[in-house]
């Protein structure tokens, strides 16, 4: 890769970071499209994101991403917040105006929705029972994106049964809270079921999760994607179930941040899942 003195530069900031994918990612469209830029992973300790939010526009970076545990942090350290990103309560991406300017948006909820449409279809979804593990970040996307692809019901399993109250109260009756150990049988009649937690992420405490109450026509998607297919979309498989793997969601979310940045809408293709997978 040659570097000019007109290269734009982007990175994704995350604690840890050495697992993410997106710079594989990011570096390929970029290669692909003829673009003189580059994409670099950045380790970001929580007790410092405020100071680096603040640096970007010092630092001749044309934008950043946000991975975990920076999503809903770094919100209070940007200019602006685009809608869809209020409603989440969370950023994943940052776009760094001409004026210095910090451009919070989400585009999570985006990534989540192209990759059921590249695989399985919304049509699940529309009227249907969703059961959502986790209520971080990552979660507040996936159930935004549930409600507008017209979820009838959403179930918000949590360890910590707080936040999932909480989750619930910001979005009303379609959203129900459901206890830790009553994990299992709130998979009864849901058509859908995603994990949006780290449980069953490399080096994580596997997710706890029996599948026997799932009927064999839901869905089942994990947002993690290392590795690929986790020990909930094998469980899944072995059943009959559909599944959806997290680097869908991964691929498809980048696009929003990639045009803002360098000025082109690149393409999720076969090739570069395989490219990609190839460090997974």
């Known amino acids: 890769m040659t570097l000019s003195g007109k290269t734009r530069v982007a990175a994704v900031l995350g604690w840890p970071i050495s697992h993410s994918l997106s710079p594989r990612l990011h570096n390929y469209w970029l290669k692909e499209n003829r673009i003189d830029g580059v994409y670099i992973p950045l380790a970001v300790n929580p ?83 969703a059961v959502v593990i986790g209520a971080g970040g990552a979660s507040r996307a996936v159930i935004v994106a549930l409600l507008d692809l017209g979820a009838r019901e959403i179930r918000i399993v949590n360890r910590t049964s707080e936040k999932a109250e909480l989750l619930a109260a910001s979005w009303g009756p379609i959203l129900r809270p459901v206890l830790w150990e009553e994990r299992n ?28 109450a799932l009927p064999k026509n839901a869905v089942v998607n994990d947002i993690v994607y290392r590795p690929l297919l986790t020990p909930l ?47 997974a």
């Not at 405020?50 to 940007?78: C, I, Y």
């Not at 192209?114 to 029972?129: V, W």
């Not at 929003?256 to 990609?276: I, M, N, Q, S, Y």
């Open 47 to 129: 007790d410092n994101i405020a100071n680096v939010v603040k640096l970007l526009p010092h630092l001749g970076l044309t934008g950043v991403n946000l991975t975990v545990p920076h999503k809903e942090a770094a919100m209070m350290f940007v200019d602006g917040v685009d809608s869809l990103a209020k409603r989440v309560g969370a950023i994943n991406t940052i776009v760094i105006a001409e004026d210095g300017s910090l451009q919070g948006r989400n585009t999570d909820v985006f990534g989540f929705k192209e990759a059921l449409n590249q695989n399985t279809g919304t049509d699940i979804i529309r009227d249907g029972t």
């Open 185 to 212: 049988e709130a998979l009864s009649g849901a058509s859908f079921l995603v994990n949006t937690t780290t449980l069953g992420m490399e080096n994580m405490p596997p997710l706890d999760l029996t599948l026997d």
């Open 233 to 279: 979309l094998c469980a899944a498989k072995e059943r009959g179930n559909s599944v959806v793997d997290g680097l869908w969601m991964l691929l498809q979310q980048g696009r929003p941040g990639f045009a803002a940045w360098f000025g082109c809408d690149p393409a999720v293709t076969p090739k570069l899942r395989e490219h990609v997978l190839e460090m």
